[in-house]
């Protein structure tokens, strides 16, 4: 950890010398780190998966740069100086690389929602092979104040975690087009098609949630391992 914050320190030291050159990567419609706050009138959290910015390597950009992901808004925000944020085209194919210790990567791709609805988002890479590559997509929502009313109290405007949604690489047709992965049972084993059963039985034996990221990578690896 001591070593993250190190690295962090040093970033924003150095940052703004750099600043001309990510503008050539990033664009140059920037905002301040705090713009939020006023945008949704001081709310209690953030819409960020971690609020502070951390070192990460952006596709084959060889300087180090400082990140943080809008869950709401399914954006990506790049530190230009200490006063200066841009952010990224989540359109275009970014790989991102965290450097916090985390080894975490995350992939800006295009996919359909639930409802069918075509968007550009952040994705988390949760498992990568010749077939398939299976994602993970964390969510925020902005809550308004709710007014105090008989004996309910007031709610303050807040950001609050939602449900995660798991998506997969089409390995039916060998694409890199994103599936949504139903949430429900009957409906998830169906999307195995003529697998369904035993996807079923190895769920229960194993007692797996296939709302556990950690649970759907075993159960893809013994689908495609059989």
């Given amino acids: 950890m001591k070593n993250v914050i190190l690295i962090v320190s040093l970033l924003v030291s150095c940052i703004t010398v750099f600043g001309q050159e990510q503008r050539t990567y ?22 960020y998966l971690n609020e502070e910015f951390v070192p990460a390597k ?50 800006t791709l295009k996919y359909a929602d639930v409802n069918g609805n075509e968007n550009n988002s952040f994705f988390e890479l949760l498992d990568s092979t010749l077939i ?17 009313q008989g004996y309910a109290e007031e709610k303050p405007a807040q950001f609050k975690k939602v449900k995660s949604e798991f998506y997969v690489t089409d390995f ?27 996807i079923k039985n190895f769920i229960k034996d194993n007692k797996l949630n296939i709302g556990d990221a950690n649970d759907l990578v075993k159960i893809f690896k013994f689908h495609f391992e059989q």
Avoid: H
């Fill in 26 to 47: 990033f664009g140059d419609v920037y905002f301040v780190p705090g713009k939020y706050k006023s945008i949704y009138n001081s709310p209690e959290g953030s819409p």
């Fill in 132 to 148: 398939y590559k299976l994602y993970l997509k964390e969510n925020k929502r902005f809550f308004k104040k709710v007014k105090a």
């Fill in 58 to 107: 952006i596709n084959n950009i060889a300087d180090t740069q400082l990140v943080r992901f809008d869950a709401v808004l399914g954006n990506v925000e790049v530190m230009i100086t200490e006063s200066k944020v841009v952010t990224i085209e989540n359109s275009k194919p970014y790989t991102i690389s965290l450097m916090d210790g985390s080894n975490k990567v995350y992939k």
């Fill in 172 to 198: 039916k047709s060998q694409s890199e087009r994103l599936l949504y992965i139903p949430q429900k049972l009957k409906p998830f084993t169906e999307f195995f098609q003529e697998d369904s059963k035993s």
